[in-house]
């Protein structure tokens, strides 16, 4: 079964608390959602594997450590995914992007693909999913499906702020190879499917349209 790591970092956790904030505005709201992405994804590649190599000082050599393993990726789930992006290209530059476009019907809640483009060689690279929202747990299950199935992904990772136990359990159901962050895991589901206490709308809020 794949981890389930709920980062309590006071940063993160104090980030949280404003990103939260139904006064918090678009601005503050966008900067923050990368700021947190930026501390979970510090997180979520501690486990990496790397190297050492030797590296010339101006004095001495040097034996550092460097990645090695598998090629990174780092597949938002638009819209809301977007706002993560940024902050994990600044951690891993090297990382390519792809992107899977996805909205949940209004009505039965279930996730509707509308578009997907990856780098050539994802099936060679470990994939790190990122949306800000986990509810029901249908966009992400759909998001690792495709990844798997129509793009021969191997090696998911899943990075969501909020969660909550019924999108936790549904992803761990379908997808029990998948290791999962998040910043936390709230109490429910309300009958809009939308996570309790949780922010609102993540993409809205990070793009400004409600
Ligand atoms: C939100 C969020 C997730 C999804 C989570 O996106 O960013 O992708 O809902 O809900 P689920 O776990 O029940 O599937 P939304 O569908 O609102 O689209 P948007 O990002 O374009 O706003
Ligand atoms: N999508 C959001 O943006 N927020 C929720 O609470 C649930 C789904």
New binding site residues.
């Given amino acids: 079964m794949g981890s389930l790591n709920v980062l309590d970092h006071p940063l993160i956790q104090h980030k949280l608390s404003i990103l939260r904030d139904k006064r918090t505005g678009v601005k503050e709201f966008r900067e923050l959602v990368g700021e947190i992405a930026a501390l979970m994804c510090y997180e979520a590649t501690r486990n990496l594997p790397t190297e050492e190599i030797e590296v010339e000082t101006p004095v001495a050599t040097a034996k550092c450590r460097v990645l090695s393993g598998k090629k990174l990726a780092i597949v938002p789930i638009l819209r ?1 995914g977007l706002g993560m992006v940024d902050a994990m290209i600044d951690m891993i530059p090297s990382a390519k992007v792809g992107h899977i476009g996805m909205y ?1 019907d209004p009505e039965t809640h279930l996730p509707v693909e509308y578009y997907s483009k990856m780098p050539p060689d994802i099936a060679e690279r470990s994939v790190f999913v990122v949306d ?2 986990l ?1 029901t747990g249908g966009s992400a299950c759909a998001a690792i499906e495709l990844l798997k199935n129509k793009y021969g992904c191997k090696n998911i990772t899943l990075m969501d702020i909020i969660s909550c136990p019924e999108g936790i359990d549904a992803v761990r159901k379908a997808h029990p190879d998948v290791d999962i962050f998040v910043a936390s895991v709230d109490e429910k589901l309300n009958e809009h ?3 309790i206490p ?6 809205d809020r990070i793009f400004g349209t409600k």
């Fill in positions: 809301a949940r800000p929202m509810a499917a939308y996570i949780g922010l609102g709308d993540a993409g």
